[in-house]
């Protein structure tokens, strides 16, 4: 795997002499080594700066000023800038070129084309600051009926005979996407961690174990279980509200996970049980799970080994046959099924399948909460829709499409500060966010980056809040599958055939 570097620098730093106080935060800022002292003046060296932002944040003349480079290539409408940096970098190492974050093509997004119904005159709206409207949910497998058993003739003593599965409250319909510990730091998990026990919502470990001193936010965190077993015992599987299987996630469709061996310290090493120093790659497929069959075969070890006391899940990379797989996956046994789609962030993924690989989360959503109702198997499973839920408003229309709970991790890191440099993979984050390096980690503070977070979900789920009023819905359930409040505005009508959206004005 290679880092990739750009035939002309994407970025020119320019500091501005007149106002430099020659302090040298710049120098001791910077994890990417832009800046040195030449006993006169600081040097910059334009060609690597990631453009993080953190000199600009941290002079205190202000001096510094990054721009994008205005070096002339020559143009070409096919051989893009970007292609031919691709090509460039690739002359040079020969490796497969790694990259961090989301997708980052400029593909239309198709939440941008949804527009949402409101209530005029006929259907009265609610105003949310004088009326109730619920946002919480429950996670988990629910019945399809409930069944009593009436044993006197007068309903007195009445009880339930329909067997009730492990379900948990969230009183919002946020998770925070899985980030490990090690692909991010442990300010940063302390801090999502903190957020989402207070907010109670639900946030994921990602596959890279769970750190003892995380065990105290177990009511809401799901782990998971990824085809490396990195950190899986039995106490990781009983201090989790519940348990995912990855299979796949939105990032790397078809691949693994890999955290370079640089990033592997000694706590990391321990919290997943491996050597320190050593590359931590999850293999593409788990070993042990070739079928619907054999993967229903892990859901109920995993329910047994946790005495049936926390639902149990799937995680997929959103692809042309999710559909037939979630409904395999849900007889298979999954109490909640999480589809990830292909703008989903990761901390490492190899540009090409990031870029190229799985399809929009939008589809998938609409596609498989459809063949689920078509199954009959839609209320045996919470529907986690992520990748690419930026704000609000994609949140409420991947309700809307179909989901019971929408996933995002990349504005959790940006509300902590990231700048999406997208240079995770490295570890040298400047920001204290993706990095292991323990002067840099201290840079994040745990209680700031915990109140962003705070404040980032609140103001979510009250414009959540906003929208069902506007929409005259009551609940945030009364919104799940509701396709008939959205209309399609982009120039593709075959779109809004597959999500089941009628077009704007119709
Ligand atoms: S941080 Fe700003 S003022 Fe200090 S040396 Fe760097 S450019 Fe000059
Ligand atoms: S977490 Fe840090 S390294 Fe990753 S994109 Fe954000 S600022 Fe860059």
């Given amino acids: 795997m290679a880092i990739a570097h750009e035939i002309i620098s994407h970025y020119k730093v320019n500091i501005d002499r007149e106002d430099c ?15 040195s002292f030449n006993g006169e003046r600081i040097i910059a060296q334009s060609n690597k700066c990631v453009a993080c932002q953190r000199c600009v944040v941290m002079c205190p003349a202000k001096a510094i000023h990054i721009s994008q480079s205005e070096s002339f290539l020559p143009p070409h409408g096919n051989y893009t800038r970007k292609i031919r940096n691709i090509i460039w970098a690739q002359s040079g190492n020969g490796g497969v070129l790694l990259s961090a974050t989301g997708n980052d093509r400029p593909i239309r997004s198709i939440f941008d084309d949804l527009l949402l119904d409101a209530c005029q005159v006929t259907n009265p709206s ?31 003593d009445v009880s339930l005979k329909t067997q009730i599965f492990p379900n948990f409250e969230i009183d919002m319909p946020i998770m925070v996407g899985h980030m490990s510990l090690g692909s991010i730091s442990y300010n940063a998990c302390q801090a999502i961690y903190r957020a989402a026990r207070e907010l109670n919502i639900i946030a994921g470990s990602g596959e890279g174990g769970l750190h003892p001193d995380f065990y105290e936010f177990a009511p809401n ?14 106490n990781y599987l009983n201090n989790a509200a519940g348990l995912e299987i990855k299979i796949g996630q939105g990032a790397k469709p078809g691949h693994g996970g890999h ?26 497929p788990h070993h042990d799970i070739y079928s619907i069959e054999d993967l229903a075969q892990l859901i109920a070890a995993l329910k047994e080994a ?11 990379a959103a692809v042309h046959n999710s559909a037939p797989i979630a409904v395999g996956i849900v007889r298979g046994g999954a109490d909640f099924l999480t589809l990830d789609g292909f703008r989903g962030g990761t901390g490492a993924a190899p540009r090409i399948i990031r870029d190229h690989a799985g399809i929009p989360i ?42 019971d709970v929408a996933m995002c991790s990349l504005p959790v890191l940006i509300a902590m500060g990231c700048r999406v440099c ?10 204290g966010i993706a990095t292991q390096q323990e002067y840099l980690v201290k840079r994040l503070d745990i209680d700031i980056a915990k109140k962003r977070i705070i404040n980032l979900f609140h103001s979510w789920n009250e414009e959540l809040k906003e929208v069902l009023g506007a929409m005259g819905i009551d609940s945030v359930e009364s919104l799940r599958s509701n396709r008939d409040r959205l ?6 009508p075959r779109i809004a055939d597959i999500l089941g959206v009628k077009h704007a004005g119709e």
């Fill in 487 to 492: 209309r399609y505005i982009g120039p593709n």
């Fill in 126 to 156: 609610i105003d949310p600051l004088r009326e109730t409207i619920e946002t919480k949910i429950f996670f988990g497998r629910k019945p399809k009926k409930l069944e009593f058993i009436v044993e006197s003739d007068d309903f007195t």
């Fill in 362 to 403: 939008e589809l998938a959503i609409a596609a498989v909460d459809e063949r689920l109702r078509q199954e009959n198997l839609r209320e045996e499973v919470t529907l986690i829709a992520g990748g690419s839920i930026r704000y609000s408003a994609d949140l409420v229309k991947a309700i809307a499409l179909g989901a």
């Fill in 221 to 234: 965190i799901i782990t998971e279980i990824a085809s490396g077993r990195f950190g899986v015992d039995i």
């Fill in 422 to 431: 997208q240079q995770c993979f490295r570890g040298l984050c400047s920001w």
């Fill in 259 to 284: 955290l370079p061996g640089e990033k592997v310290n000694s706590l990391i090493a321990q919290t997943r049980m491996i050597p320190e120093g050593s590359d931590a790659l999850s293999p593409y």
């Fill in 306 to 316: 946790t005495r049936y006391k926390v639902p149990v899940g799937v995680k997929i």
């Fill in 21 to 35: 106080q020659k302090c040298k935060r710049c120098l001791t800022n910077c994890s990417f080594g832009v800046f």
